[in-house]
């Protein structure tokens, strides 16, 4: 790797444009190790000391420890077709990181590594848990009033699903450090102003 030398410090040459790609691929790795670790030890947690059926209180009734095996997608939607979940979340598990080699942005890699992770816990439980590879049920265990019972890979998911919308509405592509602001149309203040400096 190329380096600068400037004002007697060390950096990295900005003609590199691999250099902060790599940072945010490890970024996004690192965020969805945490996440897939959180993920299974929660879950191996849920199956060991919970019963299924025998709801444990945290707030009342509205907040539950509920053991539940799903054959469906998250929040239990899509049951009974566990083989194509199992499939299509391999495939977004692929497209993520593909897409990981051009990430700049570091908000990205941040909504990238949560459902990455997200989707890599749930497919440890379609290949590892019964009733077998590609069919296995994924571990639920929280249940918060009328929301379907979910677990912590889902969370991930939707949380970084939510992200990158945001991050798209206002502006921020994945592979830009950052944020794109419209070019003023030709002969406009903004333009004129531009122009002057």
Known sequence: MMEVVNGGGVTDDPGQPGVPSRRRLRLLLTVASIVLSLDVVTKVLAVRLLS??????????????????????AFSMATGYTWVLTLVASAVVVGIVWMGRRLRSPWWALGLGMILGGALGNLVDRFLRSPGPLRGHVVDFLSIGWWPVFNVADSAVVGGAILLVVLSVLGYDFDSPVRNTPHAPPGTAADTAGSAK
């Open 52 to 73: 299924p059926g025998q709801p444990v209180s945290i707030i009342g009734d509205t907040v539950t420890w509920t053991l539940v095996r799903n054959s469906g997608a």
